[in-house]
């Protein structure tokens, strides 16, 4: 079993950490809320960390999943940073969905200093981070990806290496593209049906038996209509990720005039106070503009 470190235990990270603990690894934990890091290391045997650096220290791959890009790269490059303790030859591996460029930017800096770095956003939201079944995409150098695969496996299933540095992130900004724009068309839909009368649970079973069948409105659809909007993915979290989206358009010259739409149908969900619950809350937006709400009759 290895020496691995694990830093950001919030939704996705805490069930993560704990499955790579329960893999039999032995797992270095830090995270923003120190007391998440001391309550996973009592809880199953971790290493508690009061700084990144003392776990890069302790680990031979560190993994962290943190909120967004200036998160990854104070605990990466800042002060007591990962890379203050990583040694030569170590490797980090960042889970977090940042910004593409800005992740590239700290690879090469890492590599600078004689340490490997993984893009490996992941995707399976809290269900599958509990279970152990997240999707990887991986970016970076694949030499260094085939010698760690071994420890993405208590957390993930599916590992796709996608290229060099900054590649991973681009196949899961492209993923959360598509699952954003048709959550935006699952809401309209069934703001539009349900307000001309339809049962909601008839129209999700005709959609799943047409060409419209699709995994994120399956898996969504049934929180919708009990009302239950606890975050597996929050808003503000997919929010965030559309924003990286649309730089990544702008940085590439590639127009995504739907995707703009959809952020501010995001933007308006965070205004309503709705930015810690699940991103299937956007549907609210439109329930309250159309006066009608969306539940299984």
């Known amino acids: 079993m290895a020496k691995l470190g694990f ?8 069930p993560m950490a ?14 923003f809320t120190a007391g998440k890091a001391r309550d996973l290391a009592a809880a199953e045997g971790g290493v508690f960390c009061e700084t990144p650096r003392q776990v890069a220290e302790f680990a031979e791959c560190s993994f962290l999943c943190v909120g967004d890009t200036e ?12 890379a203050d303790g990583a040694r030569p030859g170590s490797v980090i591996v960042d889970a977090s969905t940042v910004s593409p460029s800005a992740s590239r930017e700290i690879s090469a800096e890492l590599t600078r200093r004689g340490v490997h770095f993984l893009d490996a956003p992941c995707t399976g939201s809290k269900p599958g981070a509990e279970s152990g079944n997240l999707t990887f995409m991986v970016g970076g150098d694949q030499g260094v990806f085939d010698r760690v695969r071994p420890f993405f496996e208590p957390m993930g299933k599916r590992l796709y290496y996608c290229g ?7 196949a899961k900004l492209t993923q959360n593209l598509i699952l954003s724009n048709i959550l935006l068309a ?19 079973d005709i959609l799943a038996n047409s060409a419209a069948k699709c995994g994120l409105i399956d898996f969504k659809a049934p929180y919708v209509f009990r009302r239950d909007f606890s975050p597996n993915f929050s808003v503000k979290w997919m929010h965030k990720d559309i924003g990286l989206i649309l730089e990544s358009g702008k940085e590439l010259g590639v127009p995504l005039p739907l995707t703009g739409l959809t952020q501010q149908m995001f933007q308006a969900a965070v205004a309503r106070g709705h930015g810690e619950e699940d991103m299937c809350s956007t549907i609210k ?13």
């Open 186 to 204: 699952f809401n309209e839909g069934l703001v539009l049906s349900t307000k001309a009368g339809l049962d909601p649970g008839l129209m999700v």
């Open 18 to 31: 704990r499955n790579l603990l329960r893999g039999g690894h032995e797992v270095a934990l830090w995270s």
């Open 164 to 170: 060099g540095p900054g590649m991973g992130l681009n």
């Open 285 to 297: 937006i439109l329930e309250e503009w159309a006066g009608v709400e969306v539940k299984k009759l």
């Open 71 to 82: 998160m990854s790269r104070t605990v990466i490059l800042g002060r007591d940073g990962l």
């Open 7 to 14: 830093l950001g235990l919030g939704i996705m990270g805490y």
